[in-house]
């Protein structure tokens, strides 16, 4: 039976389908620009400046969804090594350590695109790019649009974990 595509549906993967959409038009943008360049000697001037653009879009908003659906890579060999108990508190400290890493990572991400559009003095001056003159920002705030997402996650899987927890406790309690 087919999918039948819903906002709901679309909203909850729109991370994913940002990231797909961006990275299609990269490969799509990259290889016209090759057939411009190498065969018809005339290449798309502004290629690169969009294409690095979009892939600032595919790399950040891609991390959120890698992480939503627990995708990075990790190196668990020592945590697998520990007792049960110890594995548990070792997990939660990391969740908290991820989390602390993860909201620092959204306040100077997000300080950076606050500083392509005003100086230092407050005053507005919104950086351009060098050829399509398109403000930066657009490229810049796909990073504290990525490193939110993640910490919107992050507190999701901590809250589910503590649940989950309690609901163990209260499970071993009653039997």
Same mark, same amino acid.
Request: with cysteine; glycine share 6%; aromatic share 10%.
């Given at each position: ?8 549906g679309? !909203? ?13 038009i ?18 798309i ?50 969740s908290?350590?991820e989390?602390?890493? !993860? ?20 005053? !507005? ?5 060098? !050829? ?44």
């Open positions: 039976m087919k999918n039948k595509i819903t906002l709901k679309i !909203l909850t993967n729109l991370d994913a389908i940002i990231t797909g959409v961006t990275l299609s990269c490969v799509v943008l990259v290889n016209a620009n090759v057939i411009m360049r190498y065969f018809l000697n005339s290449p001037h502004w290629a690169e400046e969009v294409v690095t653009s979009l892939f600032v879009w595919t790399v950040f908003i891609g991390s959120a969804y890698a992480y939503r659906k627990h995708s990075h890579l990790g190196v668990d060999i020592v945590i697998n090594m520990l007792p049960e108990k110890v594995k548990g508190i070792v997990k939660a400290i990391m908290v350590v989390l602390l890493v !993860l909201i620092m990572l959204t306040v100077i991400s997000s300080q950076y695109v606050y500083h392509l559009i005003f100086s230092r003095s407050g005053k !507005l001056k919104i950086a351009m790019t060098d !050829l399509l003159r398109v403000p930066k920002w657009w490229t810049g705030i796909a990073v504290p649009i990525g490193f939110g997402l993640s910490v919107i996650y992050s507190v999701y899987f901590m809250v589910k974990n503590v649940r989950a927890y309690l609901d163990a406790k209260r499970g071993a309690v009653k039997e």
